[in-house]
């Protein structure tokens, strides 16, 4: 299937969901300009669709291969690694003190999206490299900084994070990886960790791994957790004491070597400290919140190219006559009105959930700016852009298979494969479930309720759509509710509150571009008509 880069949609949303130009007017982001953002997407766009794109069914049908601890990806992967390298397109919004461009990480997502949609897999490594850039800038010693961050930023080292063990999944609290102090001030790594995405592969010639551990007398739980920096390769070039025991055999994102990693097997496992002992958890949020909205994005990622591939298949595929008109003969199915309102739907759901992640990612950059009030909308919008986008590209890419009939059951045509890749997104990175708990603890009951009241104040300013109005006043009820129920009636809700407050903000974020159409001259007549089916298909 030929993928078309989404880039006047991108674009669109960059402007008006984003609003990319209070960024491009700050001194931080002074080396910006509409040009500039045009290029960059539209050059990502042509990497995705004409370098990467090619490895998404060679990673499904014939996956990374392990052979006594070594992972060697692919055929093709290699040369397109190189080229996402050679590009500099790892760089987009990474510190310009350590190599970066320093641009904005709103950007950065766009750039993200376009490799994800033609490979969701394959961009878990960029991905996962991104965050450990986060941390190590944000908690890591100047050395470390400096020794570390330039390469991990070109993409020559790449990244992983690794938190799950066998007995420690979401209680990462049951961590038994130990650190132990050397005598020249050292520390040495000994354990295993499972699930390591990318924990090792051919692509790179160093990785670099952040792993959670605990440290002598530290106490129980997750206050006991520090945080280190683990390099395939040792500083002075030789091989550190970290192996790939095995690699999983999963239900999607195949082109990705899901791997269990040893540390320490022959007790020389060197590992460098990040930040103060005992600070792990907080440093590894910093990794952690960083890939909870990436993960959103692959909700976006992959409800973009399961929608791109049902239009496709309806647009080619004939079959009966329509009951309107029944003299035509056979017509093609994207004719039928049941199929053009799943279309409609996927496509209404896919941009709805890229304003929702596109808004979170620009609230870091808001962040970084020192705007009130960011930070704390940023931490609210992470479990909504996780969560709900993640639930939409399942459906999205089930309503894609729909589209196919039968044939959206036949591995051949690439439908079932995406349904495959998404169903991994609302479980890892922290599952839905988590998301909703939190949103209804830590960020509902922190506050007392400030963060979300402001939100929905935010909405009822801007909105004008009946049905958006609605949906904030049940939220403003049912918020109210939250906060005086308990904690098990308010994690009971915490699920279906989180879809309510998603929907809303989503529905605002569309609302608010069709409100643009009228003051942005640069799309034609095809794109705002769209945009105005599509608004109505959202409420439907």
């Keep these: 299937m030929t993928f078309f880069p989404p880039i006047a949609e991108q674009r669109f949303v960059l402007d008006h969901v984003a609003r990319i130009d209070d960024l491009v007017n700050s001194d931080r982001f002074s080396d910006l300009d509409r040009d500039l953002v045009g290029a960059i997407l539209a050059g990502a766009g042509e990497l995705a669709a004409d370098v990467w794109a090619p490895t998404n069914r060679t990673g499904d049908r014939s996956p990374p291969q392990w052979t006594a601890g070594e992972v060697t990806m692919p055929h093709g992967f290699k040369n397109a690694y190189c080229a996402y390298v050679e590009g500099g397109w790892g760089c987009i919004s990474a510190p310009k003190a350590f190599g970066g461009q320093g641009l904005p990480a709103v950007l950065g997502f766009a750039v993200a999206e376009n490799l994800g949609t033609v490979n969701m897999g394959f961009n878990l490594c960029p991905m996962l490299t991104g965050g450990a850039i986060e941390a190590i800038a944000a908690h890591g010693s100047p050395d470390l900084q400096q020794q570390y961050l330039p390469k991990l930023i070109t993409g020559e080292w790449t990244g992983t994070m690794n938190l799950t063990e066998p007995q420690a999944g979401s209680d990462v609290g049951a961590v038994r990886t130990m650190a132990t102090p050397t005598a020249d001030g050292g520390w040495m790594v000994k354990g295993t960790k499972i699930f390591i995405t990318f924990g090792e592969h051919d692509l790179a010639e160093n990785i670099v791994h952040l792993v959670l551990a605990r440290t002598p007398n530290a106490p129980s739980g997750t206050k006991g957790l520090s945080l280190f920096l683990v390099p395939k390769i040792r500083p002075d070039g030789s091989r550190n004491d970290v192996r790939c025991a ?295």
Excluded at 253 to 277: K, Q, R, Y
Excluded at 419 to 447: F, H, S, W
Aim: hydrophobic share 45%.
């Design 246 to 540: 095995s690699i999983e055999h999963k239900l999607g994102i195949h082109s990705s070597p899901t791997c269990v990693m040893t540390f320490g097997d022959n007790d020389v496992c060197d590992a460098w400290l990040i930040g103060p002992e005992g600070a792990g958890m907080r440093a590894m949020f910093t990794m952690m919140n960083n890939a909870r909205l990436n993960v959103g994005l692959q909700g976006v990622e992959i409800a973009e190219r399961a929608t791109q591939q049902a239009f496709a298949y309806a647009r080619e595929r004939t079959q009966s006559s329509l009951a309107s008109d029944s003299g035509r003969g056979p017509v093609a199915i994207i004719e039928h009105p049941d199929v053009r309102r799943m279309l409609m739907r996927m496509t209404s759901q896919t941009q709805a959930i890229r304003a929702l992640v596109y808004a979170a990612a620009a609230e870091i950059d808001r962040a970084h700016l020192g705007l009130d009030g960011a930070q704390k909308r940023l931490d609210l919008l992470t479990p909504l852009a996780k969560s709900h986008a993640t639930d939409i590209g399942c459906q999205v890419a089930s309503l894609g298979i729909q589209v196919h009939g039968g044939m959206g059951f036949i591995e051949e045509t690439g439908a079932a494969q995406h349904y495959r890749d998404a169903r991994i997104a609302p479980i890892y990175e922290g599952t839905n479930g988590i998301q909703a708990a939190d949103l209804v603890g830590r960020k509902l009951m922190n506050d007392h309720g400030e963060g979300i009241r402001s939100l929905i104040a935010d909405v009822r300013a801007e909105a004008r759509s009946p049905e958006v109005l609605d949906l904030v006043s049940n939220v403003d009820q049912l918020t109210d509710h939250l906060l005086a129920a308990s904690i098990s009636d308010r994690l009971a809700a915490s699920s279906p509150y989180l879809t309510m407050v998603s929907v809303m903000t989503c529905g605002w974020l569309i609302e608010r571009q069709i409100t643009a159409l009228d003051h942005d001259a640069r799309f034609d007549s095809s794109f705002r008509s769209l945009k105005l089916s599509l608004a109505s298909a959202l409420v439907v």
